[in-house]
């Protein structure tokens, strides 16, 4: 299953924490694009899909979430409740993202800039492509 958690190193004073990401040091891609989940309805799961090409980090910036991830033959489930870590998928990863707290903002870094045609949104459509490889 190809996914890691990454501890960062936070940087900080007395006025205040940063928390970097370079590409070698604690992402392993150059980020061609970032985005963000918020304001999401209790109850329902973000995500719900594959992508071909893409890698990502997700860092749960505020409050706390959780991410199922699969790769066609086995599941994790991950939470995400600092900050200071973040979680990296790699291409053809099937994820959930659920169980988001009250105003948690997700970050998310991909290596790929947005290409709808690599997207795999039937979790059956996944497992063949994954089974046929």
Same mark, same amino acid.
């Given at each position: 299953m190809d996914y890691k958690l990454i501890d960062t190193k936070v940087f900080g004073d007395e006025t205040g924490h940063l928390i970097s990401f370079e590409k070698g040091s604690n992402c392993p891609f150059d980020?061609? @694009?970032?985005? !963000?989940?918020? +304001?999401t309805i209790p109850g329902k799961i973000r995500g719900q899909h594959a992508n071909r090409n893409s890698e990502f980090?997700?860092?749960?910036?505020?409050?706390s979430c959780?991410?199922?991830? *699969? *790769? $066609?033959?086995? !599941?994790?489930?991950?939470?995400?409740?600092?900050?200071?870590?973040?979680? !990296?998928l790699g291409k053809m990863m099937w994820k959930d993202m659920y169980d988001f707290s009250y105003n948690a903002i997700l970050l998310v870094?991909?290596?790929?800039? #947005? +290409?709808?045609?690599? #997207?795999? @949104? *039937? #979790?059956?459509?996944?497992?063949?492509?994954?089974?046929? $490889?």
């Open positions: 980020v061609k @694009r970032t985005f !963000y989940i918020f +304001d980090l997700l860092i749960a910036i505020s409050g959780k991410i199922k991830i *699969d *790769d $066609g033959h086995t !599941y994790k489930i991950v939470e995400l409740n600092t900050p200071h870590q973040a979680l !990296y870094l991909t290596n790929t800039n #947005y +290409d709808e045609t690599e #997207y795999i @949104r *039937d #979790y059956k459509e996944f497992l063949n492509e994954v089974k046929n $490889g």
